[in-house]
């Protein structure tokens, strides 16, 4: 009996597991059609300077409008997108989007793109963001890419590499989501980074948690004394607002100052609404 019992379980989880690869093929063979058929577009959030609360870019995040799932949030299909390699052509696309509808914006605002640790290592990479640039006619220091500590932790040379490849075509550089990985402050000295993303779960425990208020104080310290730019993500309330501006951000992200939105056919607001 327990033993048919275990069987049973057993092929029931196999089954589910059958299941689980037929959904990640469905979503492989949807991302294709996504590609083709313009599913995909942009959304963009507000990028807010502290010290004049200025708009000074937006960071673009892709949307997927699926036919009959609706909205797919980006964690539920990059992921799919990185391990099936489609990443890449997906990338690129966000890419020459970006910088064109970035062209519309105000000449001091820059366009943040998420680059994927798959889409770093494409030999490809500069090829495409050398054609997003000369095809959109956007000044290559409007343009910032953000990596992940993923993408920087690998492969020390080739990382450094590129990323003073990069430096030459004149665009700046991120680190997004930081101090959620693994990469340590040594590492971060040899990095040509121009700003640094204090990930968002920093700041929603920033007001209640010391250790949390802590980690944000020395990054944004150690980004004074190293020139590297800080940037807290995630703002959602006037308190944290005022406690980020206090530890010395340079700028902030996040629902208080606005959320990503597709773009209107009217020019982008110069400054932050309700920042104050
Ligand atoms: P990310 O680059 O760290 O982007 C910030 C995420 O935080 C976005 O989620 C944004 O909507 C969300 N967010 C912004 N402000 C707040 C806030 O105040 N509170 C909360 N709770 N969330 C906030 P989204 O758009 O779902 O994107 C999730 C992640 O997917 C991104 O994290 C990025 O890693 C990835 N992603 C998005 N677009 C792209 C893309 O075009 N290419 C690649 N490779 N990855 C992308
Ligand atoms: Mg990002
Ligand atoms: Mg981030
Ligand atoms: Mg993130």
Not at 47 to 71: C, K, N, S
Not at 123 to 139: F, K, Q, R, V
Not at 230 to 254: I, M, S
Not at 267 to 276: E, H, K, L
Request: one cysteine or more; hydrophobic letters at 45%; proline letters at 5%.
């Amino acid at each position: 009996e327990a033993k048919r019992h275990g069987r049973g379980r057993a092929a029931h989880y196999a089954s589910g597991m059958m299941e689980a690869v037929a959904e990640r093929h469905t979503l492989e063979n949807d991302i294709r059609i996504a590609l083709t058929e313009g599913q995909f577009h942009l959304a963009y959030q507000p990028i807010m300077a502290l010290a004049d609360d200025a708009v000074v870019g937006f960071e673009a995040l892709i949307r997927w409008q699926h036919p009959t799932r609706g909205l797919v949030a980006p964690a539920s299909f990059i992921p799919v997108a990185e391990e099936t390699g489609l990443i890449v052509p997906i990338g690129t696309w966000v890419l020459g989007e970006a910088c064109r509808q970035a062209t519309r914006w105000q000449p001091h605002q820059h366009v943040a793109v998420n680059v994927s640790a798959v889409q770093f290592r494409s030999p490809m990479l500069l090829a495409h963001i050398t054609a997003a640039l000369a095809e959109s006619g956007l000044p290559p220091h409007r343009l910032e890419i953000e990596l992940t500590e993923t993408a920087l932790v690998e492969d020390g040379r080739q990382i450094a590499h590129t990323l003073s490849a990069l430096r030459q075509l004149g665009l700046k550089i991120a680190m997004d989501d930081f101090g959620t990985g693994y990469s340590s402050l040594a590492h971060l000295r040899d990095l040509p980074l121009d700003r640094i993303k204090i990930d968002r779960s920093f700041v929603a425990a920033a007001l209640t948690d010391n250790h949390s208020m802590a980690v944000i104080k020395a990054i944004t310290q150690m980004g004074r004394d190293m020139n590297i730019l800080t940037l807290a993500e995630g703002v959602e309330d006037a308190d944290q607002l005022a406690l980020l501006r206090r530890l010395g951000c340079d700028a902030v992200q996040g629902y208080l100052i606005g959320r990503p939105e597709r773009p209107s056919s009217s020019p982008p607001p110069a400054r932050a609404s309700g920042a104050r």
